[in-house]
T-cell receptor, first 116, second 114 residues
Framework: NAGVTQTPKFRVLKTGQSMTLLCAQD?????MYWYRQDPGMGLRLIHY???????AKGEVPDGYNVSRLKKQNFLLGLESAAPSQTSVYFC???????????????FGQGTRLTVV | AQSVTQLGSHVSVSEGALVLLRCNYS??????LFWYVQYPNQGLQLLLK??????LVKGINGFEAEFKKSETSFHLTKPSAHMSDAAEYFC????????????FGAGTRLFVKA
């Protein structure tokens, strides 16, 4: 199994440009998440999804949009990139709690985004 | 709202010494608790987790953690540090209310000296 795969791994954007980060998981997980990681701040939840066709805001949703058209994919969009969005972005997925399986999140390898 | 506090952004130990990484959480209901490890330029991987049952949880690579409800703590320990343990460690909490969201602490970077 590939687990959680993120593309691209690196990207440099100019201020105002747009881009989409793709996350794909092959573990049949219901829940998917997008986090950003900044030095000294841990991981902060941007948006998450509890199932196909559903999305919800996390701690730091401003400036980002997401879509979950297929169960295995979770897209993160930046409509107009800003230098403050320079970060490492992680996608994660997990089973739904109460299903009798583990509730931990499985992470992708990250996307390092620089906005200049 | 739930939150996670990791005491010490950096911890340095000698090889063979005890590793103790501290984590306290705030949660109005019994939470799920996790420790993850992140090696340079990699994603996070699960070390161990507490969901229900035994409060002393054993994980991979010789790590363990104890859930203490009265202290709202979930400290991570390893009896003898190895050079390969040098990494960043994250404590996380989640609960199944209002959507199952996992909240992470700020992380503790562990340095191991030869």
């Amino acid at each position: 199994n590939a687990g959680v795969t993120q593309t691209p791994k690196f990207r440099v954007l100019k201020t105002g440009q747009s881009m989409t980060l793709l996350c794909a998981q092959d573990m049949n997980h219901e829940y998917m998440y997008w986090y950003r990681q900044d030095p000294g701040m841990g991981l902060r939840l941007i948006h998450y999804s509890v199932g196909e066709g559903t999305t919800a805001k996390g701690e730091v949703p401003d400036g980002y949009n997401v879509s979950r058209l297929k169960k295995q994919n979770f897209l993160l969009g930046l409509e107009s990139a800003a230098p403050s969005q320079t970060s490492v972005y992680f996608c994660a997925s997990s089973f739904r709690p109460g299903t009798g399986v583990g509730t931990e999140a499985f992470f992708g390898q990250g996307t390092r985004l620089t906005v200049v | 709202a739930q939150s996670v506090t990791q005491l010490g952004s950096h911890v340095s130990v000698s090889e063979g010494a005890l590793v103790l990484l501290r984590c306290n959480y705030s949660s109005s209901v019994p939470p799920y608790l996790f420790w993850y490890v992140q090696y340079p330029n990699q994603g996070l991987q699960l070390l161990l987790k507490y969901t229900t049952g035994a409060t002393l949880v054993k994980g991979i690579n010789g790590f363990e953690a104890e859930f203490k409800k009265s202290e709202t703590s979930f400290h991570l320990t390893k009896p003898s540090a190895h050079m390969s343990d040098a990494a960043e460690y994250f404590c996380a909490v989640s609960k199944n209310t209002g959507g199952f969201k996992t909240i992470f602490g700020a992380g503790t970077r562990l340095f191991v000296k030869a």
